[in-house]
Nanobody, 112 residues
Framework: DVQLQAFGGGRVQPGGSLRLSCAASGFTFEDYAMSWFRQAPGKEREGVACIHTNAGSTDYADSVKGRFTITRDNAKNTVYLQMNSLKPEDTAVYYC?????WGQGTLVTVSS
């Protein structure tokens, strides 16, 4: 079974940083693009970042470009999301996603 376990969320002040991790199992990790999505209270889920397989090319939502970095470690079957210069509008539950499967989500709260 595909399993995605996201962790690393928490509460941080504006301007702070967090690193999210998503440990994957149940599929050949290196063969799949991995994505992070987020869902803020009262809003629809939106794509944040994606990292592809070959050469690890990446895509980002305009709202996080220059602040967030997605990386992957194929040896550890893990995808990361480094979030810097966090803003209150980044507050959301963050989910990792692959091929139709969602992780359980980890809450990020940006507040002073």
């Amino acid at each position: 079974d595909v399993q995605l376990q996201a962790f690393g969320g928490g509460r941080v002040q504006p301007g702070g940083s967090l690193r999210l991790s998503c440990a994957a199992s149940g599929f050949t990790f290196e063969d799949y693009a991995m994505s992070w999505f987020r869902q803020a209270p009262g809003k629809e889920r939106e794509g944040v970042a994606c990292i592809h397989t070959n050469a690890g090319s990446t895509d980002y939502a305009d709202s996080v470009k220059g602040r967030f970095t997605i990386t992957r470690d194929n040896a550890k079957n893990t995808v990361y999301l480094q979030m810097n210069s966090l803003k209150p509008e980044d507050t959301a539950v963050y989910y990792c996603f692959v091929g139709g499967y969602w992780g359980q989500g980890t809450l990020v709260t940006v507040s002073s």
